[in-house]
């Protein structure tokens, strides 16, 4: 059996735009243990008192899986770690210490024999607080591998159970990584009862290579992230690892905890929440995996679909036909248990106000699928509140003439009116947003995708703003593009003023 280790909520959200808010890490979190992580990597509590406080509302809250954090070798991260995930039904605490001379020279200016100190120091003290400890050597794939054994021998005898060797900087390939792999298997770990982890990044395109070539070496434990989003070029993603290990248990021959129908509405739900859409060509989940527009493909699909199919779409939970759910005359009472179907917890006071929301959009459009009350179950979660509120927007547009957008938002204490032009009316309304917030941000990527088929079909615009250096990502839901466009660029704002 393999360990799923999901680092989404940790790695994964280090990535640009893609952070999260409580609420969002409670659903994500929710969404992970329904798919059958064995253990989750909830932040790290000692960055920011946000991070503190969400690491400890997961571990609150979920029931099956094992809760971490990340700590560094130092007693206040640490404490602060074990104080996060104290109540957790299953805990464990994440130790690291980078361990390549380069990491020494530069970022620790430590030697070796402080480095094994540290190790020897820290994995006692966590020891002494939880017994499920693992311990990583950062930068493992560019240790010189002597060395390497030796940290893993002291960290195994101050107490670690699990023993994870990153490749940090996706440097390595697979056969190298492998042997890294075996050799501290055989010459420090032996039989005794450790799990050995891997946890790779994608800077040359081979972290799921890489942990499946470490897998056959003897790992038995992938960390990853749903979608692959991470640092720079992302990490191993879970969904192309657990198919690789599925679809190939001929070759493998081990298993994984994972219900892989639960694959895509992670996919989605992580899509939704960090507005960061995969490619149409990502493994497992982009949106042309299982399409076939050649003659030939198809052809042979509609023959027998294992002519060109090697996995069964139905098995990631990707469904063929959205259902109608619900309509213009369905009541509170149905609007709740279709949410709660989708997997959402909602308070009475907060169903009144998706209600209304709901109402809105059924005023509009004939039939409600899954996908729009999802997208609006995400609204609502999305939703950064006491800062800015649209109040009103109205829109002039006419062809050959320049639009006029004028939009009054509220921030809290005061309404500010203003008006903006440009080329048509979604140029027009960013650019009254930008005078109304005195040009600090730039807009780096704006999209609009329709969430399910048909003319009256919810628009949801995703966006991409830059103020200091950092990228916010906004998403916005309405039946009126404008609409969305604007409720994006004031949700992106208002996660800036969070931050
Ligand atoms: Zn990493």
């Not at 890490?25 to 969400?54: C, H, N, T, W, Y």
């Not at 002519?307 to 139905?314: G, H, K, L, R, S």
């Amino acid at each position: 059996m393999i360990k799923i280790f999901d680092t989404t909520l940790r790695d994964g959200e280090q990535s640009p735009g893609c952070s999260m808010n409580l609420n969002e890490k409670l659903q994500m979190a929710k969404q992970l243990e329904r798919l059958g992580v064995d253990i989750i990597e909830a932040g790290f509590p000692a960055a920011s008192p946000g991070d503190f406080e969400s690491v400890k509302a997961i571990a609150n809250l979920l029931k099956k899986p094992v809760i971490t954090g990340l700590a560094r070798c130092t007693k206040n991260d640490i404490d602060k770690d074990f104080a996060a995930i104290k109540d957790a039904n299953h805990k464990r605490i994440h130790v690291f210490i980078a361990t390549s001379d380069i990491h020494l020279e530069y970022k620790l200016k430590k030697t070796r024999a402080e480095v094994l100190e540290s190790v020897k120091k820290y994995v006692s003290y966590a020891k002494s607080l939880v017994d499920d400890i693992e311990f990583s050597a950062e930068d493992a794939s560019r240790t010189d591998l002597d060395f390497l054994c030796q940290v893993v021998e002291v960290a195994i005898e101050a107490g670690a159970t699990t023993i994870n060797l990153p490749d940090t900087v996706g440097y390595a390939v697979p056969t190298e990584y492998a042997h890294m792999i075996k050799t501290v298997k055989d010459r420090v770990v032996g039989e005794q009862d450790i799990v050995l982890s891997v946890h790779c990044h994608n800077d040359l395109g081979l972290a799921v290579a890489n942990s499946l070539a470490a897998v056959e070496a003897g790992a038995t434990q992938i960390e990853c992230t749903i979608n692959g989003i991470g640092e720079r070029a992302g990490n191993a993603a879970l969904e192309e690892v657990v198919m690789a290990l599925k679809t190939r248990n001929d070759y493998y021959g081990v298993d994984t905890n994972i219900n892989t129908k639960e694959i895509m509405p992670a996919s989605n739900l992580l899509e939704q929440i960090t507005a960061t859409k995969v490619s149409p060509t990502k493994p497992i989940v982009g949106k042309n995996v299982f399409a076939h527009e050649s003659g030939i493909h198809q052809h042979g699909v509609l023959q027998n679909k294992s002519t060109y199919e090697i996995m069964d779409p139905a098995m990631i939970g990707i469904v063929d036909q959205e259902n109608i759910v619900l309509g213009k005359h369905s009541g509170k009472h149905a609007l709740r248990s279709k949410i709660e179907d989708l997997g959402f917890e909602i308070e009475d006071e907060e169903l009144e106000e998706v209600f209304v929301k709901f109402k809105n959009i059924a005023d509009n459009k004939k039939n409600i699928y899954d996908s729009d009350i999802r997208a609006l179950m995400l609204g609502q979660l999305n939703q950064v509140s006491g800062h800015y509120q649209l109040v009103d927007y109205s829109s002039f547009t006419s062809d050959g003439k320049e639009s006029k957008t004028i939009i009054k938002l509220s921030n809290g204490t005061e309404t500010i009116e203003r008006v903006g032009s440009g080329a048509g009316p979604i140029d027009a309304a960013f650019d009254c947003m930008k005078n109304i917030l005195e040009d600090q941000f730039i807009l780096e990527d704006f999209r609009i995708n329709s969430v399910t088929a048909g003319q009256d079909a919810l628009g949801e615009t995703t966006l991409s703003l830059k103020h200091n250096d950092h990228q916010y990502n906004g998403r916005g839901l309405s039946n009126d593009i404008i609409k969305s466009g604007i409720l994006a660029y004031i949700n992106a704002i208002n996660k800036q003023v969070e931050a």
